[in-house]
């Protein structure tokens, strides 16, 4: 992602990458990006939690303006995580 991010950025374009590895966003020199402390897989937070999402995404939206050092990778406090447990489905299974 860092390759493409420096791409756009060359085109005067402003952009921020989410990243579950710093290491990695660090060795590619992205331009600005925002380490996201949630498992692998989840960079936007829990699966089912679009209140949590909505609110990560908007903190990740607001910091281009924000950072103002290059190839900076700031860490985002996981706002909303853990707050109470993704609601769950109903199953569709009968008990045997």
Do not use: C
Request: net charge positive; glycine share 8%; charged share 25%.
């Amino acid at each position: 992602m860092g390759l493409i991010q420096n791409a756009i950025e060359g085109a005067g374009i402003t952009t921020i990458s989410a990243t579950m590895k710093p290491e990695i966003t660090h060795y590619v020199r992205a331009p600005r990006a925002a380490r996201m402390r949630f498992p692998q897989g989840n960079p936007l937070g829990e699966a089912g939690r679009a209140d949590q999402q909505r609110v990560i995404l908007g903190d990740l939206l607001r910091l281009p303006w924000v950072v103002e050092e290059p190839e900076s990778i700031v860490t985002l406090a996981p706002r909303g995580a853990a707050l109470r447990p993704a609601p769950r489905r109903a199953s569709s299974r009968r008990a045997a």
